[in-house]
């Protein structure tokens, strides 16, 4: 597995872990380092939707055209209707997604001080903000909790409608192209 990956679920893991305790399902007084960092950046997305230059560039071309092996193409219009569908989904997340330590300053404080640079195995950017939570004041003020929750599933919903299909037409894909070589 791509470290990258193991960075998204390790990620992930931890929205889902604070969520728990943030929402009084897990009794704990506080949130580790990792879940607060993790609630710090829910505004940025866990991955995000680019482009497909090379397929863009063989429709632009009229290139496309040119494969006819009819697996390849089922794969290509499947990923491409695939990745339009994460572009959307990606967009309109991003406008709904609420930057927290903005919004609940008095909760989650950004730090660049703390010596903190860590997320468990994963380094981190010196100079990206380390954030300092307040797990009481988050668990009990309802506003706050309605938008780490929306955050929380916002990400999931690009990731579950989008993003893991994607990988699988991109096996697919490749597993029609090897098929095509033989």
């Known amino acids: 597995m791509a470290a990258t990956e193991l960075f998204l679920q390790y990620r992930l893991s931890n929205l889902l872990s604070a969520r728990r305790v943030i929402f009084g399902i897990e009794d704990r007084a506080e949130l580790t380092h990792d879940e607060c960092q993790a609630i710090g950046f829910s505004h940025y997305p866990l991955v995000g939707v680019g482009g497909l230059p090379i397929l863009e560039e063989l429709k632009a071309t009229g290139q496309m055209g040119l494969i006819r092996d009819p697996d390849i193409v ?13 572009r959307v989904i990606d967009e309109s997340n991003r406008g709904k997604i609420t930057l927290l330590s903005r919004a609940f300053p008095d909760m989650i404080v950004m730090d660049l001080d703390s ?5 468990s195995d994963f380094e981190i950017d010196p100079y990206d903000p380390v954030y300092l939570c307040d797990t009481a004041a988050m668990g009990a003020d309802t506003a706050f909790k309605n938008a780490f929750g929306e955050n929380v599933t916002l990400q999931f919903s690009l990731l579950e409608i989008s993003i893991e299909p ?15 070589q033989e």
């Open 115 to 119: 010596g903190k640079t860590t997320l």
């Open 166 to 180: 994607l990988r699988q037409s991109l096996k697919d894909l490749s597993a029609a192209l090897q098929q095509g």
């Open 74 to 86: 089922r794969a290509i219009s499947k990923l491409t209707e695939l990745w339009e569908t994460g």
